[in-house]
């Protein structure tokens, strides 16, 4: 494994083991969100489900992936742009996520922020998702 993969797990403090140094490489070397569906065919054989969905808790809970909902009921994960400051591992997700219609791929606008919701007085906001549905900029310059 690469040392850049080491060095990002012991930045989130997590213990190196193979599977989580293989689930992070294939993070690393994608740019859209991956459901475990996604990951699992890329490691077939080396892990059983239930570890990489134990690997994926233990991402999201250490902030070094999120969450993004998708639009068909699942959920798929993306790899955190920036490192939590804070001890309870809470950051800004809230930035808006985009599905193309023709690829199928996710992917995060981290420069597109979500815009202020004001919500009624005794409601309390936890997180925030917005999912754009279009064509993404590599399929819409395959039709051009």
Known sequence: MSVAIKSKLKTYKLRQTDCREEI???FLSKNHA??????????????DRVTIYRTLK?????????????????IKYALCKEKCQSHDHT???DHIHFKCMTCGLTTCLEAV????VILPEG?????MNLLVQG???SCNKEVS
Do not use: R, S
């Open 58 to 74: 233990t991402f999201v809970d250490k902030g070094l992936i999120h969450k993004v909902l998708d639009d068909e009921g699942g």
């Open 91 to 93: 950051h800004n997700h």
């Open 34 to 47: 991956l459901a475990h569906a996604d990951i699992e065919t890329q490691i077939v054989d080396k892990f």
């Open 135 to 137: 064509i993404c900029a």
């Open 123 to 127: 409601y309390q906001k936890k997180e």
């Open 24 to 26: 992070l490489e294939i």
């Open 113 to 116: 922020v979500i815009p202020t």
